[in-house]
Nanobody, 127 residues
Framework: QVQLVESGGGLVQAGGSLRLSCAASGRTFSNSAMGWFRQAPGKERLFVAAISWSGGRTYYTDSVKGRFTISRDNAKNTVALQMNSLKPEDTAVYYC????????????????????WGQGTQVTVSS
């Protein structure tokens, strides 16, 4: 079992930065692939970024490549999403997700692949 709590959301102007953090509890965090998703009002939940449990592999949706960076610290049971050059279209609730998997370099970009979800944190980017 993995429990996830996101933090770090807020209101920022276009071009600004935010750093989201996801704190995980549960003994299997270091064996979990992690992901960030986002959901805008009235829209479906979409993939943003993923990282393997080793931290050695990352994957991003095209719209955030070069702007967002996902990272993890297995010693602290945390995963972060550094978001730079934010745009109004990045406005959404951001969710952290985890999947227990014994594959050190696997990453997943589909929501059904993840068994555990946080409650979400709101990110609002003003123009």
């Amino acid at each position: 079992q993995v429990q996830l709590v996101e933090s770090g959301g807020g209101l920022v102007q276009a071009g600004g930065s935010l750093r989201l953090s996801c704190a995980a509890s549960g003994r299997t965090f270091s064996n979990s692939a992690m992901g960030w998703f986002r959901q805008a009002p009235g829209k479906e939940r979409l993939f943003v970024a993923a990282i393997s449990w080793s931290g050695g592999r990352t994957y991003y949706t095209d719209s955030v490549k070069g702007r967002f960076t996902i990272s993890r610290d297995n010693a602290k049971n945390t995963v972060a999403l550094q978001m730079n050059s934010l745009k109004p279209e990045d406005t959404a609730v951001y969710y952290c997700a985890a999947r227990e998997i014994y594959c050190s370099e696997c990453v997943y970009d589909s929501a059904p692949n993840y068994a555990y979800w946080g409650q979400g944190t709101q990110v609002t980017v003003s123009s």
